[in-house]
């Protein structure tokens, strides 16, 4: 607990140094509304000008039925409806669901009902917003294509002309051109991704929800709700939220896939924050459950304010090798692709690192995740081994003079702290750690320098979409909790007996029985629904730990400590 408290304080001492000499991300110019339509500005201009719609007078252009044409490549499906011009279906070949009966399909077909599908146009009007959402458009192709190839979608009445370009090649991105015009005059339609992901299948997922845009080396993500943040600034989504670009780079993110827009003009570039709320089984795998909770679906509108909108989409799993493969010029200070996509936390230069080394060992040593982890852990333990051999001996040493600083506290109680005569009490306590060899900053100092690890291997391990339905042992998915909870059952077991195995002659027995029980169960309820990979990583420590303890144990400095603690506790017996 010391430990913990002393990292804490850590952290909100190094917080105004952190705010005065570390690059903050800029603040994104926030607007209000504005009118439904903006008419095209002269300095507004986009890199590529795409064909815009006009509607000439009497001319009409509808299709008569509703149609379907599907565009498909090694990667992914895509099926459009002509009615709106917009996606119903967006299925990864490469991932399976999570009922693991089929591939992967990235419309939240629930939500999209209800909220909008992908590729739609959101404007700020609703009305025309439902209408550019159901009408009719006549398709350039229709049926089943195969990438590369370009389909374009028109629609045209009395007043209003609407234009959807969308170009497809081998990889993740689509090319995305879209004009509206009303009455003649340019209106804000921005191509939207509206409705969460498919792979949201349980409120848990749905939270995992952030809004993420990039502008040069400055990253932002906007979650749902912020909760308490120490070393970053953070803001809530909220629906219908105007943000002024200019951005490289934004759009919906979950924990495993994105939707974000590239726009070739990233100087007039906005994006509208969308979020409502719905209803979902609070278990999915209980589906005779009549148990619901509210939720809230994410998505987002990015495109030009002023006119015609020409930009680039990505759909697809957030991998740093697919990321790294996806140009996105004109960056400056950061890489020149997507890979900020993937956020792996503030101790980053260490969680990469360890990904790559994991990723790894999956490739050319074992070629399975679970074991891949088991020997990752092994090889950390080892590499810290000394730092915690360090640590215990510090604090058994700071257990054995113990009773020698009560007595001088006790010496000098009577002084107040601001009493000159309480000064030799430092010097009779710093002349008892020199005599004994004790530093009082040996046990805190290498659990400081070891919770960068614990912490980073936590967020490496919570973003890998590698461990995503990967099987070890009884495991079926190790990105998800244990099915039969045996990982964080014998979790709780292991710090059990270390607790018990772990000398502590300073504290109070019946204290120390206490935190022998409580400690463990409180890391059990936290852990009880994490991913298996953590839990798996977490009690290989335990167990390594308890043979480190038992070694230690064996010294004599540790059967010195044992002896200590047992006459310890046969006086207070008496």
């Known amino acids: 607990m010391l430990v913990f408290v002393l990292t804490f304080v850590v952290m909100l001492a190094f917080q105004p140094l952190l705010k005065k000499y570390m690059p903050q991300p800029a603040a994104p110019a926030q607007q209000s509304q504005p009118a439904p339509a903006q008419p095209v500005t002269p300095t507004a201009t986009a890199a590529a000008v795409p064909a815009v719609a006009t509607a000439a007078t009497g001319v009409t252009k509808q299709a008569a039925a509703e149609t379907e044409t599907v565009v498909e490549n090694d990667l992914y499906r895509i099926t459009f409806t002509n009615r709106g011009a917009q996606v119903k279906s967006w299925i990864l070949k490469k991932f399976d669901n999570d009922a693991q009966n089929g591939p992967l399909d990235l419309v939240n077909a629930a939500a999209a009902e209800k909220y909008g599908y992908p590729l739609s146009l959101w404007t700020y009007d609703a009305d025309l917003r439902a209408k550019l959402s159901s009408v009719l458009y006549v398709a350039s192709r229709e049926g089943r294509q195969t990438a590369p190839t370009t389909i374009t979608f028109e629609y045209a009445d009395q007043d209003l002309a609407v234009r959807k370009t969308f170009s497809f090649d081998h990889s993740y991105i689509v090319n995305v051109e879209t004009s509206v015009t009303s009455k003649g005059s340019a209106v804000a339609a921005l191509p939207a991704w509206p409705s969460g992901f498919g792979s949201q299948t349980t409120p848990a997922f749905y939270a995992s929800a952030f809004i993420d845009f990039q502008f040069n080396k400055n990253i932002e993500r906007r979650p749902i709700r912020c909760g308490f943040t120490v070393f970053s600034k953070c803001t809530d989504i909220s629906g219908g939220n105007t943000i002024s670009g200019p951005f490289h780079w934004a759009g919906p993110t979950d924990q495993y896939f994105a939707a974000v827009f590239i726009p070739d003009d990233p100087n007039s570039a906005a994006m509208v924050t969308l979020r409502n709320s719905m209803?979902?089984?609070?278990?999915?795998?209980?589906?005779?459950?009549?148990?619901?909770?509210?939720?809230?679906?994410?998505?987002?509108?990015?495109?030009?304010?002023?006119?015609?909108?020409?930009?680039?989409?990505?759909?697809?799993?957030?991998?740093?090798?697919?990321?790294?493969?996806?140009?996105?010029?004109?960056?400056?200070?950061?890489?020149?692709?997507?890979?900020?996509?993937?956020?792996?936390?503030?101790?980053?230069?260490?969680?990469?690192?360890?990904?790559?080394?994991?990723?790894?060992?999956?490739?050319?040593?074992?070629?399975?995740?679970?074991?891949?982890?088991?020997?990752?852990?092994?090889?950390?333990?080892?590499?810290?081994?000394?730092?915690?051999?360090?640590?215990?001996?510090?604090?058994?040493?700071?257990?054995?003079?113990?009773?020698?600083?009560?007595?001088?506290?006790?010496?000098?109680?009577?002084?107040?702290?601001?009493?000159?005569?309480?000064?030799?009490m430092n010097e009779e306590i710093s002349a008892l750690y020199k005599k004994e060899g004790v530093n009082p900053a040996g046990g805190c100092l290498p659990m400081l320098i070891q919770l960068p690890f614990l912490y980073a291997f936590y967020k490496m391990l919570s973003i890998a979409l590698d461990l995503r339905h990967a099987h070890w042992l009884w495991i079926h998915d190790l990105s998800a909790a244990d099915p039969i909870f045996l990982l964080p059952i014998f979790m709780v077991v292991s710090m059990l007996v270390t607790q018990k195995m772990t000398p502590q002659p300073g504290v109070d027995p019946a204290q120390q029985r206490m935190m022998t029980v409580m400690m463990p169960l409180m890391m059990g309820f936290i852990f009880f629904r994490l991913p298996a990979g953590l839990n798996l990583y977490y009690a290989e420590s335990n167990l390594i730990q308890i043979a480190q303890q038992a070694v230690m144990n064996r010294t004599r400095l540790g059967q010195e400590m044992r002896e200590m603690m047992a006459k310890r506790a046969r006086k207070k017996d008496k």
């Open 279 to 424: 209803s979902v089984a609070r278990d999915p795998q209980k589906p005779d459950s009549k148990e619901v909770t509210n939720v809230d679906v994410i998505g987002a509108a990015v495109g030009n304010q002023h006119g015609a909108t020409v930009e680039r989409v990505f759909v697809g799993p957030k991998e740093l090798e697919v990321l790294q493969k996806v140009p996105v010029p004109g960056v400056s200070g950061a890489d020149n692709d997507l890979n900020g996509l993937v956020d792996f936390g503030f101790f980053g230069i260490i969680a990469k690192p360890l990904f790559l080394w994991l990723k790894w060992m999956y490739h050319h040593v074992v070629p399975n995740w679970g074991w891949a982890i088991v020997l990752q852990t092994l090889i950390l333990s080892l590499a810290l081994l000394p730092l915690r051999i360090t640590q215990m001996k510090s604090m058994l040493k700071m257990q054995r003079v113990a009773p020698q600083i009560k007595a001088i506290q006790e010496k000098y109680k009577k002084y107040s702290l601001r009493d000159p005569r309480k000064a030799p």
